[in-house]
Structures are given as C-alpha cells and as structure tokens.
Nanobody, 125 residues
Framework: QVQLAETGGGLVQAGGSLRLTCLVS????????MGWFRQAPGKEREFVTA????????YYADSVKGRFTISRDKAQNTGSLQMNNLKPEDTAVYYC??????????????????WGQGTQVTVSS
C-alpha cells in the first residue's frame, strides 16, 4: 500500500517559481516510479515529469523541459517538483503518482497505481 500527499501549491505571478513536494508513505518504494501530472479545467490529465526512485533517472514533457526539475530524497521519502519561469498555461491541479513498473519512461497516467489528492497551482499573467 502506497500513500502520497502533495504540498506546496499556490498563486504566483508569471515568471515566478514554486516547489511542490510529495510525501511517500510505503514499506518500500525502490521499485516505483514517481510521476507528476497536471489537470487544467476542461482538459485531460497531462504528464509533466517522472523519476525512477532507485536510479534517479528522469523524464520530462517537452512543455516543461528546462523550466521544471524533478528530484527525490530517499532518506526523507519525498519527491519534489521545482517549477521555475512559470507561465499562465501551467495553471492546473498538480498530482503526484506512483507506478510499480519496470517500463521506462512512463508517461501514461493509466500506468500509475497510486495518486495523491492534488494541489492547485495558479499562475497569473
């Protein structure tokens, strides 16, 4: 059983930064991939980035490459999403998710078994 909880959303002006954190509760998480997804009103859930928990390998959607950075702290059992140079189109509810899969990269939301409750990120122009 895996539980995920996001924190760190909020309101920021365009060009600003936010850092999201996902706290993982699990007996063991080394076989998992952590992903970040987002969903804007009226749109489908969209892949943002993912990290392999054991190796630290990362993968990004083109829309955030160079602006967002995913990381994890294995000792603290937390994953983070550092978002810089935010744009109004980044406005969405952001979710962290976990998948126990050997496939890599893993951008499909249907591949993830566990989801956090989501945190709102709003970027004003």
């Amino acid at each position: 059983q895996v539980q995920l909880a996001e924190t760190g959303g909020g309101l920021v002006q365009a060009g600003g930064s936010l850092r999201l954190t996902c706290l993982v509760s699990a007996r063991t998480f080394n076989k998992y991939t952590m992903g970040w997804f987002r969903q804007a009103p009226g749109k489908e859930r969209e892949f943002v980035t993912a990290i392999r928990w054991f190796s630290g390998s990362t993968y990004y959607a083109d829309s955030v490459k160079g602006r967002f950075t995913i990381s994890r702290d294995k000792a603290q059992n937390t994953g983070s999403l550092q978002m810089n140079n935010l744009k109004p189109e980044d406005t969405a509810v952001y979710y962290c998710a976990a998948a126990e899969s050997s496939t890599w990269p893993l951008p499909g939301a249907h591949d993830y078994n566990y989801w956090g409750q989501g945190t709102q990120v709003t970027v004003s122009s």
